[in-house]
């Protein structure tokens, strides 16, 4: 049974730093892509960063460019959102998903089988 469970989460100031961690298991957490979304409240959850397999490759919202940064550590089964000069508007629920999409498909939610159940960033003004 696959299981993704976030960590990281909390209160923070605005331009304020946080890194968000998933640790991943129950597959070969190798050979599959990695990504990050968030939901807010009333909005639908969105993409804001994925990795393939390899970390090879990367993709960002572009709410995320330069202020984010994705990565993973596949041998000890962790993913990480590195999330600089936060704002209020990065306010909500960010969840990590595994799936196997690659090259743009790895922005689409739909893609992804397996989901955690989700770490809490409130950004303060």
């Known amino acids: 049974q696959v299981q993704l469970v976030e960590s990281g989460g909390g209160l923070v100031q605005a331009g304020g730093s946080l890194r968000l961690s998933c640790a991943a298991s129950g597959r070969t957490f190798s050979t599959y892509t990695m990504g990050w979304f968030r939901q807010a409240p009333g909005k639908e959850r969105e993409f804001v960063a994925a990795?393939?397999?390899?970390?090879?490759?990367?993709y960002y919202a572009d709410s995320a460019k330069s202020r984010f940064t994705i990565s993973r550590d596949n041998a000890n089964g962790r993913v990480y959102l590195q999330m600089n000069s936060l704002k209020p508007e990065d306010t909500a629920v960010y969840y990590c998903?595994?799936?196997?999409?690659?090259?743009?498909?790895?922005?689409?939610?739909?893609?992804?089988?397996?989901w955690g159940q989700g770490t809490q960033v409130t950004v303060s003004s």
């Open positions: 998903a595994t799936g196997r999409a690659a090259g743009s498909r790895m922005r689409d939610r739909y893609n992804y089988d397996y």
């Open positions: 990795i393939s397999w390899s970390g090879g490759t990367t």
